[in-house]
């Protein structure tokens, strides 16, 4: 995109600047805070694609954990757990390529602010899981600090997706709006 001011080459680039113009009016904030993500697949971001993957994932192991300790399942409720847990570090993993190139393309300074605060508690939930998923390795089924661990975890990718939400719907950011047809 060009800087204010400057001519548009074509038609689609004067397209895409009145979008651009449109959504910044309509966000009330400057043009350059309004963004469409550069991790993208035909123009959809990856990232948030990604993210409920390893999110339902450790929801799901820590459920499977409950149900295997208090007795409603068998131990194969401990093994579904284990195995959700180590899915869930994989697609977080995958998930933080495109999260961080979002975040390094974002130039308003509050926005980089929450970004990284959102980065620096996916990254102590990631490692968390981490260390959860060694002790699974080695401690006896149904130990209580893995479902602990998990409990901690679950609350801090709260925290970090209410951060990712403030990121996209109050501030714009990887939101590509739809040119004003009517302009």
């Not at 995958?94 to 970004?115: E, Q, R, V, Y």
């Not at 990718?157 to 040119?179: C, D, K, N």
Request: charged fraction near 15%; aromatic fraction near 10%.
């Amino acid at each position: 995109m060009q800087p204010v001011g400057h001519a548009p080459a074509n038609q689609n680039e004067r397209t895409r600047r009145t979008a651009f113009v449109t959504a910044a009016k309509i966000f009330n904030r400057k043009e350059d805070s309004i963004m469409s993500s550069p991790a993208s697949f035909k123009g959809h971001p990856l990232h948030p694609v990604i993210i409920p993957l390893p999110i339902g994932l450790w929801i799901f192991s820590l459920i499977s954990d409950l149900i295997f300790n208090l007795g409603y399942g068998g131990p194969v409720w401990n093994d579904v757990a284990f195995y959700t847990l180590a899915g869930g570090i994989a697609g977080a993993l995958i998930a933080a390529l495109p999260g961080f190139i979002d975040l390094i393309s974002l130039t308003n300074p509050k926005s980089k602010s929450i970004g990284i605060w959102h980065m620096l508690i996916n990254l102590l939930a990631v490692a968390l899981y981490c260390v959860n998923f060694w002790l699974r390795m080695h401690r006896p089924p149904g130990d209580n600090l893995p479902i602990i661990l998990s409990v901690i975890g679950v609350v801090f990718i709260t925290i970090s997706g209410w951060l990712g939400g403030e990121l996209v719907y109050v501030r714009g950011v990887a939101v590509r709006q739809p040119p004003d047809e009517s302009i």
